[in-house]
């Protein structure tokens, strides 16, 4: 039987390494909210599609938001690191650009493993008690500014604080639109 002992000795050593006491006993873990991931929100499959159908105003948006040597790379340029990154140039950048190049930049982004890390980090960052920052850092306004009370110190943490983060950035979109409508009213009864 030394298989068997060979694999009681490696629970054992997972388990002293992890510390964990779920590892020990699963009915000990406190049960948490499942919530999706921003990696599984925001698949290549659904994000390019986005990018296809954008006008340039957009597109350009998008672009601004992005290290000016993506933009500079895509022209082929020498020397990036003689370039000034300031937005006059990222602007310059993006008008050499034709409309088909922007739009694989994007798609390279979307599509980088890069990006989907990124994603990935943002989702434990906030999972892992960082929402008060991380919503404040982007200017995404989250019921009581991330924490669990209102004026409290613990932060949400788990599913609950990516459907937070969400649903503040969801909140601050349709804000943005009912702003846009509302100042576009205005205009036409001026």
Known sequence: MPTNDAATAVQNFLRSMQGNQ?????????E???FTTLPDLLPSSTTIPVIESADETYINHLLQQLPLELLLLAQEVDD???VEPNSETTEAAIQ????????????????????????TSLTHAIRDGGL???SDALGVPVENGGYIKKGGSVP???????????????????KEKK??????GKMDTD
């Open 132 to 134: 008060p920052s991380i």
């Open 80 to 82: 990036v690191s003689s």
């Open 179 to 184: 702003d846009k409508q509302d100042g576009e």
């Open 32 to 34: 948490q909210k499942l």
């Open 96 to 119: 050499a650009l034709s409309m088909d190049q922007k739009k694989d930049i994007l798609r390279k982004v979307l599509r980088s493993p890069q990006f989907h890390q990124s994603l």
């Open 22 to 30: 779920a590892l020990q006993d699963p009915q000990a873990q406190p």
């Open 156 to 174: 949400l943490g788990g599913g609950d604080a990516v459907e937070a983060f969400l649903n503040g950035i969801k909140g601050a979109v349709e």
